[in-house]
């Protein structure tokens, strides 16, 4: 039988099936379709502007890794003539962290990008593993998911840089919307599906430049292209809500492969029903107000494998066996099941006259008292997060982070959070 030939191209054979509408492609018209629809977002969204200086959020996993290297390559293809620069957050987990800290030291070099680190215990006098001590492994993703968005603005600033990007892919954003909609959330629907988040009470935007890329194309694209990443997953990662929330996304996606794609897209139209008093958007911003994730990934590199049974590392073994293999076509998918439809079904709903519609608690954001950090109440999470460690913090400790600490190089709320504590 004769090699297939590659859709595109029409000349090299095709090794890749491409999980995202199962297109056969050769290995170098997968690369450009992969990066030319990273720059049809960028450039459809309006992402950056010319000149701008760029901090990539960088864990050293595989959507760090590849988003850092995509811009590289677009910034240079194109002229974008941004300025790119590596930020990295050390959480203070031994045996993950540092290894993770040493890829993303060598991507640094590999890419010619500076990279600037910042830590949790510089800024919060906490690493994760006391953390984990005092709270246990259960909730700890709480802690860490609030104190790693904070970090990140906070590093931004010491860089004088006002945008950061993010590896969340599209598998992320699908996970999320699912998640706020089962819990009936829609002022965070709202704001979790915006590609650009920003707001007047921070200086730093955000943005999600693979928002619509697959994670297995992901991986596929940073296996192809011979990138170095960290591959192990957090040691302190739950099995949380969002696990269950990618288990379903998986068995979706294994039917229907556009089934990711189309959640992302129903989320982006239940967020426009949504009122802008309620949402949090900022009047005349395109992009909207993000509150935290309690759960989310925060790109911190775990979601690799956490939830859903390894199956994205399985997925990498499966590729380096078969590019061993001399001669065999690269098809890593799901298998999908054959004849079987799903179309859309216009069911008639009536709704309960006698019962009063939920009511929608409207945000207003501000800044924290403690540490000024944008925060929808007096104070914010990662400042009453620090107060309850603080409090049940042996004094003996407590006295050395008070001798210890900095005048201001240090999170105004672990002050006040340790006065509180000896209180």
């Known amino acids: 039988m004769a090699p297939t030939p590659c859709q595109l191209c029409h000349t090299s054979r095709a090794l890749i099936l491409r999980p995202k509408n199962h297109q056969k492609l050769c290995k170098a018209c997968f690369l450009l379709a992969f990066e030319t629809e990273i720059h049809n977002t960028i450039t459809t969204h309006s992402l950056f502007a010319p000149g701008e200086r760029i901090a990539i959020g960088a864990s050293g996993g595989k959507d760090s890794t590849v988003l850092a290297s995509v811009l590289k390559t677009l910034n240079e293809r194109y002229g974008y003539g941004l300025d790119l620069v590596l930020l990295s957050i050390d959480e203070g987990i031994r045996g993950y962290r540092d290894d993770s800290l040493d890829t993303v030291k060598r991507n640094a070099l590999q890419y010619g990008m500076p990279l600037t680190i910042v830590g949790y215990a510089e800024l919060y006098g906490w690493t994760m593993?006391?953390?984990?001590?005092?709270?246990?492994?259960?909730?700890?993703?709480?802690?860490?998911?609030v104190f790693r968005r904070q970090a990140l603005d906070r590093g931004a600033a010491k860089l004088g840089i006002r945008h950061v990007v993010t590896g969340h892919n599209a598998?992320?954003?699908?996970?999320?919307?699912?998640?706020?909609?089962?819990?009936?959330?829609?002022?965070?629907?709202?704001?979790?599906?915006?590609?650009?988040t920003e707001s007047a009470a921070s200086d730093t935007k955000r943005s999600k430049p693979l928002k619509y890329a697959y994670e297995k194309e992901i991986v596929l694209y940073a296996h192809h292209r011979g990138l170095d990443y960290f591959t192990t997953e957090c040691i302190y990662s739950p099995e949380a809500f969002r696990g269950s929330a990618r288990t379903l996304i998986k068995s979706l996606e294994r039917m229907r492969p556009s089934a990711i794609l189309d959640v992302v897209r129903s989320g982006e139209d239940m967020a426009k029903l949504v009122p802008v008093e309620v949402s949090g958007r900022g009047s005349g911003r395109e992009g909207v107000i993000l509150d935290v994730d309690e759960e989310g990934t925060g790109d911190c590199g775990s979601a690799n494998g956490r939830a859903s049974g390894g199956e994205m590392k399985e997925m990498e073994t499966q590729l380096v066996a078969s590019e061993e293999a001399d001669g065999r076509e690269i098809e890593v998918t799901s298998p999908s099941v054959k004849g079987q439809q799903h179309d859309r079904i216009g069911n008639s709903v009536t709704m309960n006259k006698g019962r009063k519609p939920r009511k929608l608690h409207t945000q207003h954001m501000g800044q924290c008292v403690r540490c000024g950090y944008l925060s929808s109440q007096d104070i914010?999470?990662?400042?009453?997060?620090?107060?309850?460690?603080?409090?049940?913090?042996?004094?003996?400790?407590?006295?050395?982070?008070?001798?210890?600490?900095?005048?201001?190089?240090?999170?105004t709320s672990k002050t006040e959070g340790l006065q509180q504590g000896l209180g």
């Open 171 to 196: 598998d992320d954003v699908a996970e999320t919307v699912l998640m706020n909609l089962l819990r009936g959330d829609l002022p965070r629907l709202a704001r979790a599906t915006s590609i650009v």
């Open 380 to 411: 914010c999470k990662a400042c009453m997060l620090l107060e309850g460690l603080n409090k049940n913090r042996p004094k003996v400790d407590i006295q050395i982070g008070l001798a210890e600490e900095d005048s201001g190089a240090t999170v």
């Open 129 to 145: 593993d006391q953390v984990v001590a005092q709270v246990g492994k259960k909730g700890n993703c709480t802690y860490c998911g």
